[in-house]
């Protein structure tokens, strides 16, 4: 995984309340990814972070949620005000490095249930 | 924009069958293709790629070419082992400032039966 943290690997949350969802890339990559998993489909892309800026955030639903990756610590996505169809594994990934710039290495996720 | 599609699943054979996995995509530009394998629990694993028409991407015993002419990434194997069972995706990537994401087939499940 290239070092790629998630953590927490499970999170459980009751409708309304906030998910936050953590990313800790290995020291040195600076551009973080977050894709979405939902039941028995694919991953779909959600946003694109580099320190301290928003590269691409086309799939990130317009409402409730958000990502950062601030110069220090990890990179966060929150999910306010959670539904049940927020129910999913995140991912976050982070672009490999040495020449190899369009593989991408993926954390374990995060497993969210929203009850 | 760009897509991949993928053979439908569940997918299951015996042990030692040869395995196909149909992928196709569209894409604007020049993408590289991969195929990711995910465990059970897990995340996704590169498992292959390639970069330009005619390569080759090989691992594990997995075997996928890029067929431009075809717009193909098809994976395969010779003799699947019940250690393969899990979900492969095909996925496509072009790198365009600011538009550099990878783009996933909805997976296919694979099971192994001994």
């Known amino acids: 995984n290239a070092g790629v943290m998630q953590n927490p690997r499970h999170l459980v949350r009751r409708r309304g309340q906030e998910a936050r969802l953590r990313c800790s890339p290995m020291?040195?990559?600076?551009?973080v990814y977050w894709y979405r998993q939902l039941p028995e489909e694919g991953l779909k892309f959600m946003v694109y972070l580099q320190k301290e800026n928003i590269i691409d955030e086309s799939g990130m639903p317009k409402e409730r949620f958000s990502a950062e990756f601030p110069k220090e610590g990890p990179s966060i996505l929150r999910i306010q005000q959670v539904v049940r169809g927020d129910s999913a594994a995140y991912f976050c990934?982070?672009?490999?490095?040495?020449?190899?710039?369009?593989?991408?290495?993926f954390g374990p996720g995060t497993r969210l249930t929203v009850l | 924009g760009n897509s991949v599609t993928q053979m439908e699943g569940p997918v299951t054979l015996s042990e030692e069958a040869f395995l196909t996995i149909n992928c196709t995509y569209t894409a604007t530009g020049y993408p590289s293709l991969f195929w990711y394998v995910q465990y059970p629990g897990e995340g996704l694993q590169l498992l292959l790629k390639?970069?330009?028409?005619?390569d080759k991407g090989s691992n594990k015993g997995f075997e996928a070419t890029y067929r431009k002419e075809t717009t193909s990434f098809h994976l395969e194997k010779g003799s699947v082992q019940v250690s393969d069972s899990a979900v492969y995706f095909c996925a496509l990537f072009i790198s365009n400032f600011g538009n550099e994401k990878l783009t996933f087939g909805t997976g296919t499940r694979l099971t192994i039966i001994p």
């Open positions: 990934a982070v672009q490999a490095s040495g020449g190899t710039y369009n593989e991408q290495f």
């Open positions: 390639a970069t330009k028409a005619d």
């Open positions: 020291k040195g990559h600076s551009h």
